[in-house]
């Protein structure tokens, strides 16, 4: 009964004991360099984009919608047919460039309303300005 419960103490003893060792081991490495500030800038955005994704996808929907004449239902409808926005608003006699146009207008007006507000400052708004025309024909051309 004795030995029963005097191997497992001591195997226990003995993997606590590697456990410390490699902690301590682990600790004595160097720790890795830091990342450039242009990546550390990037992160926060990054992340902002991938928590408000459905809302932005959510607001171009609404606004392209809108634009087409139709509702946000039908057109969701639509692109689950497989259509892209682009095409259903051709179906609908509205150019694709229109759609461009509205939804990079709504887009540069939110940068705007976010550099008055100090959540963005004037540089990154005119990155994002610079690509916005070229990130959203792409939305709007893309079969889901």
């Known amino acids: 009964m004795l030995k029963k419960l005097i191997a497992p103490a001591i195997a226990g003893g003995i993997l606590v004991g ?5 902690g301590a081991a682990y600790a004595a490495t160097p720790a890795p360099a830091a990342a450039p500030a242009a990546h550390a800038a990037v992160k926060p955005a990054h992340h902002w984009l991938k928590a408000h994704r459905k809302g932005l996808r959510r607001a171009a ?6 634009t087409i004449g139709i509702t946000p239902t039908a ?3 639509e692109v689950k047919s497989g259509k892209s926005i682009a095409q259903v608003a051709t179906e609908h006699n509205v150019t694709s460039a229109t759609v461009v146009g509205a939804v990079t207008k709504a887009a540069d007006a939110k940068v705007a309303q976010l550099v008055a507000a100090n959540k963005l400052t004037q540089a990154r708004a005119d990155k994002f300005d610079a690509a916005l025309p ?9 079969v889901f």
């Open 61 to 66: 929907i609404a606004i392209s919608a809108s």
């Open 134 to 142: 070229a990130r959203i024909t792409k939305f709007i051309n893309h």
């Open 18 to 22: 590697s456990l410390a060792m490699g």
């Open 75 to 77: 057109l969701v409808a």
